[in-house]
């Protein structure tokens, strides 16, 4: 099992920067394909990025590519989403989420595990 704290929301302006962080527990941090999806008020869930285990393989939504970058540091137990360019419409809460499965990196159901979420505002 693995526990997931996310970190670094905050109010912006549009077109600053933010670097979310997300922290996970435990030792098997490597094992688990890592993704970063986002929530607006009354909408579903969205995939926002998704990373393999190793970090050398990455996939966007249309709507974040080339503005957003995921990362992970496995020695620290952590994945990143450095999110430039930030638009009105980039305004939800974010969450990470962790899955065994190297299949369906783009589905919310097909993670395992989810952290609370962090709350991004941007305004115009």
């Known amino acids: 099992q693995v526990q997931l704290v996310e970190s670094g929301g905050g109010l912006v302006q549009a077109g600053d920067s933010l670097r979310l962080s997300c922290a996970a527990s435990g030792r098997t941090f490597s094992s688990y394909v890592m993704g970063w999806f986002r929530q607006a008020p009354g909408k579903e869930r969205d995939f926002v990025a998704v990373?393999?285990?190793?970090?050398?393989?990455?996939l966007y939504a249309d709507s974040v590519k080339g503005r957003f970058t995921i990362s992970r540091d496995n020695a620290k137990n952590t994945m990143y989403l450095q999110m430039n360019s930030l638009k009105p419409e980039d305004t939800a809460v974010y969450y990470c989420?962790?899955?065994?499965?190297?299949?369906?990196?783009?589905?919310?159901?097909?993670?395992?595990?989810w952290g609370q979420g962090t709350q991004v505002t941007v305004s115009s």
């Open positions: 990373i393999n285990r190793s970090g050398s393989s990455t």
């Open positions: 989420a962790a899955k065994f499965s190297t299949s369906g990196g783009t589905r919310p159901r097909s993670y395992d595990y």
